[in-house]
């Protein structure tokens, strides 16, 4: 992936950067950000991810992990791209099966089955093969990621989904972990229904190849901009499957053979504040 320094100004990255945090803050989503850094940028749309993410911490959030982005061929079809990005999950953003998870908050949001990684160890230095990503993750668990765009009716280019933060929203994580000698993420497959209803289906190998091949892609990634994945980080490693939206108050449930089901509660009140 290009790193190099971007020819679009400062000016730009910031004014980016503040229409997608005021579409955020106001519920009201905002005109793509392609107009000030371009369609494929790399560079630019990670320096509004950046100042965006660097923001929240400032606030108060903090860094739990990561996720990677359009790894199903599926997904990518829907939003019309054609590679992976890479987004950062902050600790307001991680909701629990029990907890129920605010419609109000949310601008336009729709559902990703994934399995998760909790990584033992930092993926910061040696060569990053195969091998020592395996070694790297304590455990998997089935995770249902709530992407959202700040951009309206999903009007989006690669690079104005990498600047926000890969369209990210919420996630949830669920409670059964499996060690990678007790689960083998490339065999697994994958059902997801919204009240009862099937909207999605897929397999591990829909995503990058592999799910490990996901993780290794954003472990090389995330240290080609100088932020490594960390031990102890939550990894979403991408859609096994395509995306559904949510229109409403409903209950989400992905199931994934081998590692169990996760569930996601959508309701209208305000929970968070």
């Known amino acids: ?68 982005g359009l790894t199903s061929p599926a997904v990518q079809q829907q939003l019309g791209v054609d590679q992976p990005d890479l987004g950062v999950l ?7 099966e029990e907890s129920g998870i605010s419609l109000v908050g949310l601008l336009q949001p729709k559902v990703e089955a994934e399995i998760a990684f909790v990584l033992a160890a930092d993926l910061a230095d040696g060569d990053l093969d195969a091998d020592q990503i395996r070694a790297a993750v304590a455990y998997a668990a089935p995770a249902i990621e709530i992407v959202d765009s700040r951009i309206a009716d999903w009007d989006i280019t690669f690079g104005d989904t990498v600047a926000d933060n890969g369209s990210s929203g919420r996630f949830v994580v669920g409670s059964t972990h499996r060690t990678l000698e007790e689960f083998t993420p490339v065999e697994a ?24 091949n996901a993780l290794r892609w954003l472990a090389i990634t995330a ?8 031990a102890g980080e939550i990894i979403l490693s991408g859609a096994l499957g395509p995306m559904a939206a949510v229109t409403g108050p409903c209950t989400v449930t992905a199931e994934i053979c081998g590692l169990g089901s996760v569930t996601a509660t959508f309701i209208k009140e305000d929970n968070h504040g």
């Open 223 to 230: 240290r080609d901009f100088d932020a490594p994945l960390r």
């Open 189 to 212: 497959s994958m059902t997801m229904s919204v009240d009862s209803g099937q909207v999605s289906s897929g397999t591990g190998a829909a995503c990058l190849g592999d799910p490990l």
């Open 90 to 96: 902050l600790d307001d953003m991680a909701d629990t």
């Open 1 to 68: 992936m290009n790193t190099t320094e971007s020819p679009v100004t400062a000016a730009a990255i910031a004014a980016a950067a503040d229409r997608l945090s005021t579409a955020q803050a106001t519920r009201i989503a905002c005109a793509p950000v392609r107009d000030l850094i371009g369609t494929d940028d790399i560079a630019a749309a990670y320096a509004v991810q950046r100042a965006q993410v660097d923001a929240r911490i400032a606030a108060g959030a903090r860094v739990i992990g990561r996720k990677i």
